[in-house]
């Protein structure tokens, strides 16, 4: 079954023609990221306008690199929540509009079931049941999928998201937008235990994650330092920093696993790019003779390659948009 899929939740507009769930015949990615850095992050009304733009050029050519015409796609997926409302709308409207002039089917996907999909693509043997830390810009979640449909949240971020420390970080150190890639290659040639900052947990939820700490902790060492006309070694902070963000992330995420008694783990979202966190839980899983899977790094990012495989099996199970489907910024991943 061939799945024409399509995401712009976000500042990436993105089209894929992906079979089965797990082959991928071409994915197209067109980043807006140059324009948002001149403003420091993402602004949504520019975003919804490039995606505007975007939209018929990004899937014409993930047609033509897969060499197929619409006549020989069998269903359509979009995303359409969560993320930037303006920018799911153009999608979801794009996609309605070819489902309702092809006929074909729509499948509505759910943009961190989508990120965990990425999984199907790279480990074609992977099946649920397994354990998922799901790491973004605005998501930190440890998540039991116990089917491909079909997932209950165990931990959640308190406050900020991973990627959104790592991306704060980085913009006090001078980083342009999204600073979570450069903070992490900027790491390798620093000493992870130069400074000593917090790993602040969740009374009573141990499962639980809280960033907000740990980046005023970093942001404030910075500007004390620089106030006091001091220089702090960059390399040392970015370590120290990932070190800390890492840590927190793997020790919920390994004690999860122990007490509900999983041993297939998983990582997803665009912080499973991060390099520390795929070699600690590498070695950390393989020291216990657990099974450990992540996205190649190229689908860690947003894509439109995991929509189809996630919409494969959103298919499978039965979920098809009516005429009415809207997009939604905010729901669970659990729905
Ligand atoms: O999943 P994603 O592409 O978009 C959302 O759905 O949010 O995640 C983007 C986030 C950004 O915060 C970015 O800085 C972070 O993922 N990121 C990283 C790395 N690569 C991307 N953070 C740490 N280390 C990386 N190597
Ligand atoms: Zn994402």
Not at 85 to 105: D, Y
Not at 115 to 128: C, D, F, Q, R, V
Request: net charge negative.
């Amino acid at each position: 079954m061939k799945i024409l899929a399509i995401e712009s939740s976000c500042d990436e507009t993105a089209a894929a023609v992906v079979e089965d769930g797990r082959r991928v015949l071409s994915s197209i990615v067109a980043s807006q990221v140059e324009e948002h850095r001149l403003y420091g992050g993402v602004v949504p009304e520019i975003a919804s306008r490039r995606h505007a733009e975007a939209i018929v050029p990004v899937v014409k050519r993930s047609l033509d690199e897969a060499g197929l015409t619409l006549s020989e796609i069998d269903a359509l997926a979009v995303t359409y929540a969560p993320g930037l409302i303006g920018a799911l709308l153009v999608g979801v409207n794009f996609a309605k509009g070819l489902s309702l002039s092809t006929g074909l089917p729509l499948v509505p996907v759910h943009h961190l079931r989508s990120h965990i999909a990425s999984n199907y693509i790279s480990n074609t043997e992977l099946k649920p049941p397994f354990l998922c830390l799901v790491v973004s810009g605005g998501h930190s979640h440890i998540v039991m999928v116990e089917d491909y449909t079909k997932m209950k949240i165990i931990g959640r971020t308190r406050d900020d998201a991973a990627g959104e420390a790592f991306d704060k970080a980085a913009r006090t150190m001078g980083m342009p937008y999204p600073g979570g890639i450069a903070l992490d290659k900027i790491a390798e040639d620093g000493d992870p235990h130069a400074f000593r900052l917090p790993r602040p947990t969740v009374h009573d939820a141990p499962y639980d994650f809280s960033f907000s700490g740990l980046k005023t902790a970093v942001i404030n060492l910075i500007h004390n330092t620089a106030q006091k006309g001091g220089e702090l070694n960059k390399a040392d902070v970015c370590a120290s920093f990932r070190y800390a963000v890492v840590d927190c992330l793997c020790t919920n995420f390994i004690r999860a696993a122990e007490d509900l008694g999983v041993t297939k783990l998983v990582i997803a979202g665009g912080v499973s790019a991060n390099s520390l966190l795929r070699k600690t839980l590498s070695k950390e899983c393989a020291r216990r003779g657990w099974e450990f899977y992540m996205p190649e790094k190229s689908l860690c990012g947003d894509n439109a390659a995991m929509v189809g495989a996630q919409g494969y099996y959103e298919y499978l199970s039965g979920r098809i948009a009516d005429s009415d489907l809207n997009a939604f910024a905010t729901m669970s991943i659990e729905e």
